[in-house]
């Protein structure tokens, strides 16, 4: 069974551009989770969707968005790029129906901002 | 605001001996507790989920859970090498409606 797939892995911005990152559940998972990970404060939350529709939303600004689409499949997207957005951000599915909310990380989307 | 707290390290512990990684949470609600793995450069992986008060064990890994003192814990015995990474700590409500909570992890170091 495939894992969490999301692409691209490694990409160079440059700041004010916007990104756009994608994200594979695991198949039959329906649940799609972001976080964004930094050397200084960690695995922080960006928002969950299920079924399409944004469920919880953390804490941070409207530059940062996402969708879901109805094979599950998710984006997130950062407009007018900044610095401080370098970092690792990692999609993570879930099936609330078969494994409770134990999420499962793909390999993450390495951004750099220059 | 909910928060998970880890010791960030390094804990450093010699091959073969036991590890023992800590976590304590805010929320007295919490159900569900998970310990991933993360290799520098690489994603987290999840090595052990926890729901109940007492131990899980699962293999080298064993999982302590105590409700009452919002404290869970995971003990790695016959540490090895391949053992060096960071632990993060992770919390959550039953049902999947909410996102865990993840402390910023500790690292460990197994010294040959």
């Known amino acids: 069974k495939a894992g969490v797939t999301q692409t691209p892995r490694y990409l160079i911005k440059t700041r004010g551009q916007q990104v756009t990152l994608s994200c594979s559940p695991i198949?039959?998972?329906?649940?799609v989770s972001w976080y964004q990970q930094t050397p200084g404060q960690g695995l922080q939350f960006l928002f969950e969707?299920?079924?399409?529709?944004?469920?919880n939303k953390g804490n941070f600004p409207g530059r940062f968005s996402g969708r879901q689409f109805s094979n599950s499949r998710s984006e997130m997207n950062v407009s007018t790029l900044e610095l401080g957005d370098s970092a690792l951000y990692l999609c993570?599915?879930?099936?609330?129906?078969?494994?409770?909310?134990?999420?499962?990380f793909g390999e993450g989307s390495w951004l750099t901002v220059v | 605001q909910k928060e998970v707290e880890q010791n960030s390290g390094p804990l450093s512990v010699p091959e073969g001996a036991i590890a023992s990684l800590n976590c304590t949470y805010s929320?007295?609600?919490?159900?569900?507790f998970f310990w991933y793995r993360q290799y520098s450069g690489k994603s987290p992986e999840l090595i052990m989920s926890?729901?109940?008060?007492g131990d899980k064990e699962d293999g080298r890994f064993t999982a302590q859970l105590n409700k009452a003192s919002q404290y869970v814990s995971l003990l790695i015995r016959d540490s090895q090498p391949s053992d060096s990474a960071t632990y993060l700590c992770?919390?959550?409500?039953?049902?999947?409606?909410?996102?865990?909570?993840f402390g910023k992890g500790t690292r460990l170091s197994v010294i040959a």
């Open positions: 198949s039959g998972h329906r649940s």
């Open positions: 929320d007295r609600g919490s159900q569900s």
């Open positions: 969707y299920f079924s399409e529709t944004q469920r």
């Open positions: 926890i729901y109940s008060n």
């Open positions: 992770a919390v959550g409500a039953w049902g999947g409606n909410t996102p865990l909570v």
């Open positions: 993570a599915s879930s099936s609330p129906g078969i494994s409770g909310n134990t999420i499962y």
